[in-house]
């Protein structure tokens, strides 16, 4: 036993404050379980250790703590390491040292978490009284439930005189993706959230997205280097025109003007050829950057049909649609304009340093010596352009949030009229993209001309130096001098480019990295790694102690629930009581946080995702229509039906009757810009669409909540086709809509209060009596 | 003209904002903290004491003002509008239960960013202490008016920033980065 237990202290004794909690401990006491808490009683942030032992509770505090040298000082009972001739037995542990306390498990009832916006806080409580609060902050929340539990399995084990309860093999699932986890931890490692590496890199990023165009690439370079060696042929031949012709010609040499034209046909040749594999490379290349930002277009909005609802719930319509949209763009600009002319830059520069340090090694150095300075001052910008430009950037998302915002609302503005308070809106978000921009332009503005103003000066520097040279020692001939100035005029005027390829560099690596945000962002609800086929679904639905929890606030608690294949389940309670929460969790658009939904015996989170959900129907209360025809949006889940299927679709969800009145029957143009249907009839397509994909579960969220009484009547009807023979779950506030149902589940508070039919809940749910009754009032109002 | 008092009482039919705000609640009670810590509310003497708890209803733009006392079910059995309205123990216990609830730390400097894209990690000074947390998008830092800042870390937990011209060069750049 004492080696037993020596084992499990290392294991469980928290690294950090091992050695005082083991000088407080009994020979042979065991800790079983400790938490952290992170913030004092004060609620500012210090470190705490709370430790749970089969006999006790002791906790310690860094605050409050007894500096190392004190611990001399003390009486010899709290010498650390007691050995066992001087036992102490654990009521003796009660007298406690300042900034500790300790607590027999005897005489304690209960440890009691409780969360309120970020704030955690664990009660110790007495038979009595409350003896200790322990706050946290949200990242422990997980870390207080598991030592919760421990406690209460010690307590068991108190009571059952020792045996402590075989730990179930305790399965912990990732609150934010679903996976499953190892005890110790509270959330799997990749949604821990960490910071990100440097963004520098985000660019390189880009690189996988070139990989498969990797042999267009690198014929697109292979000709710009063939056009940047015909661009440097032409002032070589300059510099020999003026040595060899020119000069000797006016020194009084005999030579003839018969070799110039030869001279300009080189020139001329050179000139084309560098035209025309210049027109080459710029076409290839283009074209490959077209084409990587085309797939990153694709990745990008492909991997955000994957994300959960989660990631929708927080990010703005407009934000999003600037990404995929403008960012990608952006990028797509970046690689083929200034990525392609940096290359060829940085090509020329190459081959020009080289050509010149091969005439002439001094006054190659030289030529070369403004060039760190420029780069200096080219880093220096850099930083300031990259932050101005995603200011810019995000600057104009928020403009388009505004649009986003108030056109689709443009009923409300105008009803109130908000027109005035909407355009000053508007106009202080646009002028903050004014200020944003202006802001870069002045920076922007200093750049170019300050690099135009180094590169006057650097050709200063080879003028004089070579001035010099010819006159001190003549060994520089004035063709040489020439030479090297042409070179460094195309040279510096490349320079000029690259500085702007720092800007651009910004720009796309902010907008890259917008980008990769999203995609960075694993979609919460997994695909298994090794899936189960669910094929065709009976539809038996079972909840085993399902409890979900979006952020620190629990939604969903412990909940059971059998349902039988076939049988329609009515879901009520008053709102937020976790109704829809259950529902998008049997859809699996959240994962739950502990427990399981099995269907047909399996866990759904076996099933892959697309082929489970096929066996899904929902009818939402706010049926959405895409842009398209009516036959179009009725095949939505199933796009190869037959024109019967679909007219019988329609028929069985009451929706052919009307259609056939259109002008254009099932061709008639709906959505957002399409021919507008009234709610009632809008949510008869939506259930026409449903019963196409002939689901095995059907989901029923508030679907007649929005339409008026005689409406309701005819989607009722509608409905009843669909249900028949599908396990059904229905959300409703009015009752009468769940007349039909098999069973009523009463929710409240996330927990199931009360499952029944009709008649006895009224009898024995209070909740549900009060349901009850006001509807009964609303109806009586409604026909008074 | 002789009354003209209780003539516009029964013509007072229509809602109006600012009656409203006005008639809150009877605020003639008291306030007890239980041995379990648990704040409880009582009426008048004899009556069996409610748990309850404050609920602040404008937490960031009137920290302390508009205090709702709501018992466990969230019933509101009063609203105080203004601490001054209530007898000074009473509010300091009200206060404690607002102060034990409400955590968020107020932060005085950003002592280094991690990088400047996100998820990227915070260091920073608040009045209740260093720490370090994780941001995990843009949007979890907001502009609440013109000056105040409300950042919501990865776990949830709020920081405010009371006003973005009073913090340091530094600070506010890496904020104004964001909003």
Redesign the interface.
Known sequence: MPAESGIIDSIRTPPTWRERVCSRLEPGEEVLAYFEPDLNSALDFGAGMVVLTRQRVLCFYESEAPANGSTQALPSAFQPHPNSAEAQGPTNAAICLPGEKSWLLQDLAEVRPADSGGLGSLELLGHTALLETWYYTGGRTSAAERFVQAFRQAKQAEQNGGALPTQSAARVVCPSCGSQIEPPKTLCDACTPTASPPPVRSLWRLARFAQSRATMIAFGFSLTLASTGAGLVPPYLTGSLIDDVLNPRQSGADVSFGVVPWYLVGMMVAYFAAWLLAWAKTYVLASVSEQVSADLRNETYAHLQRLSLEFFGGKRTGDLIARVGSDTDRICNFLSVNLLDFGTDVLMIALTATTLLCIDVPMGLVAMLPFPFIAWMAQRVRIKLRHGFARTSAAWAEMVNVLADTIPGIRVVKAFAQENREIERFRRRNQHVLEANIRVNVLWSFFAPIVTLLTDCGTLVIWGYGAWRVFQHNELSVGVLVMFITYMGRLYVRLDSMSRFVAATQRAAASTQRIFEILDRRASVPDPSRPVHPGRLEGKIELKEVSFKYGTRIVTREVNLAIEPGEMIGLVGPSGSGKSTLVNLICRFYDVTSGAILVDGTDIRSFPIEEYRANIGIVLQEPFLFYGTIAENIAYGRPEATPGEIVAAARAARAHEFIVKLTDGYDSLVGERGQSLSGGERQRISIARAILTDPRILILDEATSSVDTETEREIQEALTNLIEGRTTLAIAHRLSTLRSADRLVVLDQGVVVAIGRHDELVESCEIYARLHQANLEMAERIGA | MSKPANHSQEKRKTFSPADESRAATSLDFSLLRD????LTFQRSVGETPVPVWGAPLFPISHPDQWIAVCSADGTELACVVDPAQLPSHVWKLLKEDL???????IIQRIVWV????????LKVQ?D????TF?L????DIRRIGDHQILI???????YFIPDLRNVDAKTRRIV???V
């Not at chain 2, 041995?35 to 648990?38: D, K, S, V």
């Not at chain 2, 209740?128 to 720490?131: I, L, Q, W, Y």
């Open positions: 041995e379990w810590g648990q102060d034990r609830r409400e955590f968020v730390p991690s990088g400047n894209s996100e998820p990227c990690e608040t209740r202490g260093p720490t994780v995990k998008s843009e949007d919501i870390d990865a776990h949830k937990t709020r104004e980065w964001y």
